[in-house]
């Protein structure tokens, strides 16, 4: 495997044949990254096509003393949330999701059945909505990417505490939206313990 | 089934990845622990929604769109400054002419020179009208640039489309 520091160096100096190699690699993450934000696979495309041709036109400013990821985290994020608000609209349900349904009847108690994924993106693309572009970004990085608390403040450019605060207050909103709108998702009362042996 | 301690990842301690990612296939498969999750805070069972494929075909269309958007960017940076320098080129050339005229002996010094540019504005190759014979349009796919000159009687129009051949 190609070493990335290298592969970035040679699209830094204007080695097309490296942008393009380095597309691939990172392709997917930005892909991801961009569908959490919006919440449309078609959205996401346009989004990733945009990152890259950004990324490219800044490659001179990259600076190699700082991780390339969490350069390209930070104009991914940023792209994302800026194409969701030049559409003036929220996220969007996922196509093959019936809009109209209520969403007490499309969802079903975690607990008692196999995982509902469809469901829970529906409810996430719903509700993720309500969140402030800074809260969402720390909660997209954060809980569903799996990025590390210092990680997500330098991509946001500010401090871990900052970011923290961003992430109490998105669960707060999300969790009274779940309780709200997806009673279904949220189990009454507590379960018994899942550590140990069964 | 043996299940694993949710106590760090309830209390939002920081896993390894490998830690993280064993954990979240098995929440994906175990009703009891997903429940366990959602009772103590149903928004960490959003954290399951990352690891999920991307569609066929997606990543080939942000590969294939991003380098042909990139082409047509690369193509532009080296369009427009050789359309400039001929801009300015032309210009000079057109003040030379003048000073040239003006300053022989009997002659009437000419009017200023209004000089139009249009580069703020660009248009089409079909809204300029260029005389039969003299340039032959090819093909013209998107918007040139047009600089429009006035020299007395004369009008200069200055085409900088690649689509153009002279």
């Keep these: 495997m190609r070493d990335e520091g290298e592969l970035i160096r040679r699209a830094v100096d204007g080695d097309m044949d490296a942008v393009n190699e380095l597309i691939r690699l990172k392709r997917e993450q930005v892909v991801r990254v961009a569908y959490q934000v919006t919440g449309d696979w078609e959205d996401a495309i346009d989004v990733s096509q945009g990152v890259f041709v950004r990324l490219w036109k800044r490659l001179h400013r990259y600076d190699p003393s700082r991780r390339f990821d969490t350069w390209l985290y930070r104009i991914t994020v940023n792209a994302a949330i800026d194409y969701v608000r030049s559409r003036g609209r929220h996220l969007q349900p996922l196509p093959d999701e019936p809009a109209d349904l209520p969403a007490h009847t499309a969802t079903r108690p975690v607990g008692e059945s196999a995982l509902d994924l469809a469901a829970l993106r529906k409810a996430f693309a719903s509700l993720s909505a309500r969140l402030a572009p800074k809260q969402r970004m720390a909660f997209v990085l954060r809980e569903v990417e799996g990025l590390e608390t210092a990680e997500v403040a330098r991509i946001m450019n500010v401090a871990e505490s900052t970011v923290r605060n961003h992430l109490l207050q998105a669960r707060r909103v999300l969790r009274r939206g779940l309780e709200q709108e997806y009673p279904g998702l949220v189990p009454r009362g507590s379960s018994e313990s899942g550590g140990g042996e069964s | 089934m043996s299940h694993p301690d949710l106590r760090p990842f309830l209390e939002d301690a920081e896993l390894p990845a490998a830690e993280r990612s064993r954990l979240l296939e098995h929440l994906q498969s175990c009703p009891r622990c997903r429940a366990e999750v959602a009772a103590s805070d149903p928004t ?61 002996p009997g002659v009437e010094p000419p009017a200023p020179i209004p000089v139009k540019s249009a580069l703020s504005e660009p248009k089409t190759a079909a809204e300029v009208s260029i005389p039969a014979g003299m340039i032959e349009v090819l093909e013209s796919p998107g918007d040139a640039d047009v600089v429009e000159m006035s020299v007395g009687d004369v009008q200069v129009v200055m085409i900088f489309d690649e689509a153009l051949e002279i």
């Design chain 2, 44 to 104: 960490r069972l959003f954290t399951l929604l990352g690891d999920q494929p991307v569609p066929a075909g997606v990543l080939e269309r942000v590969s294939t769109g991003a380098a042909a958007a990139i082409a047509v960017e690369r193509q532009r940076r080296t369009i427009r400054p050789w359309a400039m320098g001929a801009v300015a080129a032309s210009v000079l050339v057109a003040g030379v002419f003048g000073a040239y005229l003006s300053n022989r």
